[in-house]
């Protein structure tokens, strides 16, 4: 860091120390280093009914949707001259949050400006003047749609050698806080301690903790609240930038209530998303305690004659449960529901370590609560007709806009370079409907489709639903040799690859490799993924990624394509690609992206046929 740092540097160390990393909510990091040294970073918080085990050795399964919660992506260009940096982030589903910053950082100043990518945007200046030792700053925001400043703080700090003093006035002057950080005699261990007045409620918090760096790997650290909160929190990273975190808070006013424990895993470079801005559409959130996922893998159900929410967590772990799949072969799946004769069972699949606080007791007791909660909301679901209309379609991009990106493509592969040979461009789809559509019932609607699909449907809690009837292989693994496959509206060359996993191939590095396949981003992939990049006019968010889960002993995953978005209220967004190669006539393939989403929008237009059939009745016409 150079002279007196940003604002937010301010008591930043003392804050660190005292907050960071005690939250119990589930987390998920991944950052991505495109090859120009652009950092793309996606974080998920959310709170997990469950919270999931992931053990490095024992088996495991993290569901895929977990990262797909709230998602804040920050993507940062650092260094376009010395000392300045510019950042793009947004918040998605909202990507009204969207905002850009510029930073500037000298001896005796660091300033930072930002502004919101809307029509009337908040505009932040904030500023910092000093040097290294002793630093003086104000953060002020105005909010241009209102003229009101709607945030001002002032900060000022004293640093040296291994003691950082700061005192900071904040909430427009409201609140008072004195932070300190110090590191006890040059040793591995820290103190630190946080004081804070609101002269409105005449309230006091104070805050002291300590943190002690066991190995270079590890920390464990500790704090206590004027409130009686007691946390702790082990953290190790186990491999690069991979971190396990372990925290456990008690109230120590109540303790007969149980104690939170929360465990997350970051993991590095894994671009899960098609062009790494794995956004989650941008439609609102659907109310909802429980996480819903659905993955009907390869033997799909045999019929839809109640839902079961698959409750997303519990983890995996062979306890012999995994039902019988492809083969006869044991399968271990997160959660499986069968339909027999005269019952029907729901199978799950749980992992603890009794090592840690994890325990078998805790994994039973919270699968419990999950079937309590599943078997108390059954729903029928109605297989055969959605009931609805739509009343607006509008697709992005338009069809004069899709002309001109597959034109420009075509250019591209014929051109003198020829760097380009595929790419595979695609369409959003919003459909407005008379009413809410359910994503479980528009998913049994869908699956008459074809009897090989590998259905999916993942809904973390708040957060739109992403379903989809992807394609998959058959059973039995042949030669790589190319066959026709027909579906209901298109068909397919297919093959099957079979490969022997080494005992040190990491599922994600599977699925990072494999991911973006030619099918949904093009030839190469990096010439392709910049066309996309720069000629696609709308976020992928999930669709075209990877959908699945990972089961320690086995991984399960299919092309998030065939795929749409159910939001809140009656939007609907329906994605639809198709690969551009030379001789490509971009109306031809236009159709094709109709052909795609037809498979959704002939559900959506029920009772329009409805009418018309009952109408043709009437006159006593046949159809
Ligand atoms: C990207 C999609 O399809 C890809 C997968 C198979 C066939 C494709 C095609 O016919 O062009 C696309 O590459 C989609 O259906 O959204």
């Given at each position: 860091m150079?002279?007196?740092?940003?604002y937010?540097?301010?008591?930043?160390?003392?804050?660190?120390?005292?907050?960071?990393?005690?939250?119990?909510d589930?987390?998920?990091t991944?950052?991505t280093y495109?090859?120009?040294?652009v950092?793309?970073t996606a974080?998920s918080t959310?709170k997990?009914?469950?919270?999931?085990?992931?053990m490095p050795?024992?088996?495991?399964?993290?569901?895929?949707?977990?990262?797909f919660g709230q998602?804040?992506?920050?993507?940062?260009?650092?260094?376009l001259?010395p000392?300045?940096?510019?950042?793009?982030?947004?918040?998605?589903?909202d990507q009204r949050s969207?905002k850009f910053?510029?930073?500037?950082?000298h001896d005796?100043a660091?300033v930072s400006?930002s502004?919101?990518?809307?029509?009337n945007?908040?505009?932040?200046l904030?500023?910092?003047?000093?040097?290294?030792?002793?630093?003086?700053?104000?953060?002020?925001?105005l909010?241009t749609?209102?003229?009101?400043l709607?945030k001002?703080?002032a900060g000022l700090?004293?640093t040296?050698?291994?003691?950082?003093?700061?005192l900071?006035?904040?909430?427009?002057g409201?609140?008072?806080?004195?932070?300190?950080?110090?590191i006890?005699?040059?040793?591995?261990?820290?103190?630190?301690?946080?004081l804070?007045?609101?002269?409105?409620?005449?309230?006091?918090?104070l805050?002291?903790?300590?943190?002690?760096?066991?190995?270079p790997l590890?920390?464990?650290?500790a704090?206590?609240?004027?409130s009686g909160?007691?946390?702790?929190?082990l953290?190790h990273?186990?491999?690069?930038k991979?971190?396990?975190?372990?925290?456990a808070?008690?109230?120590?006013?109540?303790?007969?209530?149980?104690?939170?424990?929360?465990?997350?895993?970051?993991?590095?470079?894994c671009?899960?998303?098609?062009?790494?801005?794995?956004a989650?559409g941008d439609l609102g959130?659907?109310?909802?305690?429980?996480?819903?996922?659905?993955?009907?893998?390869?033997?799909?159900?045999?019929?839809?004659?109640t839902?079961?929410?698959?409750?997303?967590?519990?983890?995996g772990?062979?306890?012999?449960?995994g039902?019988?799949?492809?083969?006869?072969?044991?399968?271990?799946?997160p959660?499986?529901?069968n339909e027999?004769?005269?019952?029907s069972?729901?199978?799950?699949?749980?992992?603890?370590d009794?090592?840690l606080?994890?325990?078998w007791?805790?994994a039973?007791?919270e699968?419990q609560?999950?079937l309590?909660?599943?078997?108390?909301?059954?729903?029928k679901?109605?297989?055969?007709?959605?009931?609805t209309?739509?009343?607006?379609l509008n697709?992005v991009?338009?069809?004069?806009s899709?002309?001109?990106a597959?034109?420009k493509a075509l250019q591209m592969?014929?051109?003198?370079?020829?760097?380009l040979?595929k790419?595979?461009l695609a369409?959003?789809?919003?459909y407005?409907?008379?009413t809410?559509?359910?994503?479980?019932?528009?998913?049994?609607?869908l699956?008459?489709?074809?009897?090989?699909?590998?259905?999916?449907?993942?809904q973390?809690p708040?957060a739109p639903?992403?379903?989809?009837?992807?394609?998959i292989?058959?059973?039995?693994?042949?030669h790589?040799?190319?066959?026709l496959?027909?579906l209901?509206?298109?068909?397919h060359?297919?093959a099957?690859?079979a490969?022997?996993?080494r005992?040190?191939?990491d599922?994600f590095d599977i699925?990072n490799?494999?991911?973006?396949?030619?099918a949904?981003c093009g030839?190469?992939?990096?010439?392709?993924?910049?066309?996309?990049?720069?000629y696609?006019?709308?976020?992928?968010?999930m669709?075209?990624g990877?959908?699945g889960w990972?089961?320690?002993?086995?991984s399960?995953?299919?092309?998030?394509?065939?795929?749409?978005?159910?939001g809140k209220?009656?939007s609907?967004l329906?994605?639809?690609?198709?690969?551009?190669?030379?001789?490509?006539n971009p109306?031809?393939?236009w159709?094709?992206?109709?052909?795609?989403?037809?498979?959704?929008?002939?559900l959506?237009?029920?009772?329009?046929?409805?009418?018309?059939?009952?109408?043709?009745?009437n006159?006593g016409?046949?159809?």
């Open positions: 150079v002279g007196p740092g940003l937010p540097e301010i008591g930043k160390k003392a804050r660190d120390l005292l907050y960071r990393d005690y939250q119990t589930h987390k998920f991944l950052t495109t090859s120009n040294g950092a793309i974080t959310k997990a009914d469950l919270i999931y085990a992931v050795s024992a088996p495991f399964f993290v569901l895929i949707a977990s990262i998602v804040v992506t920050t993507v940062t260009v650092d260094e001259t000392g300045l940096k510019s950042i793009l982030s947004f918040a998605v589903p969207g910053e510029v930073q500037y950082s005796y660091g400006a502004i919101g990518l809307t029509a945007p908040v505009v932040n904030s500023s910092v003047f000093g040097t290294k030792a002793l630093a003086v700053g104000a953060d002020v925001s909010d749609a209102t003229g009101n709607t001002y703080n700090s004293f040296n050698d291994d003691l950082i003093a700061s900071n006035l904040n909430n427009k409201d609140s008072l806080t004195a932070s300190y950080y110090h006890v005699n040059h040793s591995a261990t820290a103190v630190g301690a946080e804070t007045h609101s002269f409105s409620s005449n309230e006091n918090s805050t002291f903790g300590t943190q002690h760096t066991l190995d590890t920390v464990v650290k704090r206590f609240n004027n909160k007691a946390s702790a929190l953290q990273e186990w491999r690069p991979s971190v396990w975190t372990i925290s808070e008690v109230d120590t006013k109540a303790i007969d209530k149980s104690s939170k424990v929360g465990r997350w895993v970051q993991r590095p470079s671009s899960l998303s098609m062009n790494g801005c794995g989650a959130a659907v109310a909802g305690d429980l996480p819903r996922c659905f993955f009907s893998a390869r033997a799909p159900l045999p019929d839809w004659p839902l079961a929410i698959a409750g997303a967590g519990g983890a772990s062979s306890n012999g449960n039902a019988g799949g492809v083969g006869g072969e044991q399968r271990q799946r959660v499986e529901y027999l004769e005269e019952s069972v729901l199978a799950t699949t749980i992992a603890w009794d090592s606080s994890w325990t007791q805790n039973v007791k699968l609560s999950t309590q909660k599943i078997s108390s909301s059954p729903i679901v109605n297989n055969s007709t959605l009931q209309t739509i009343v607006n697709h991009p338009t069809k004069a899709w002309d001109l597959v034109t592969i014929k051109g003198k370079q020829r760097e040979v790419v595979v369409r959003c789809s919003r407005i409907t008379d809410c559509l359910d994503p479980v019932e528009l998913l049994a609607c699956k008459v489709e074809g009897q090989n699909a590998y259905q999916f449907c993942i973390p708040d639903a992403f379903v989809g009837n992807s394609m292989c058959d059973d039995v693994v042949v790589p040799s190319k066959a496959r027909k209901p509206r298109v068909q060359l297919s099957q690859l490969a022997r996993i005992n040190e191939d599922e699925l490799t494999l991911h973006p396949s030619p949904v030839l190469p992939t990096e010439e392709a993924r910049q066309f996309i990049q720069d696609e006019i709308f976020d992928r968010g669709y075209a990877p959908v990972f089961g320690g002993a086995e399960e995953f299919a092309v998030g394509i065939r795929s749409a978005l159910l209220g009656h609907t329906v994605y639809a690609g198709a690969g551009i190669v030379e001789g490509t109306s031809f393939e159709d094709e992206l109709d052909l795609k989403a037809s498979q959704f929008a002939k959506l237009q029920y009772q329009e046929q409805h009418i018309c059939l009952q109408e043709a009745e006159m016409t046949v159809i």
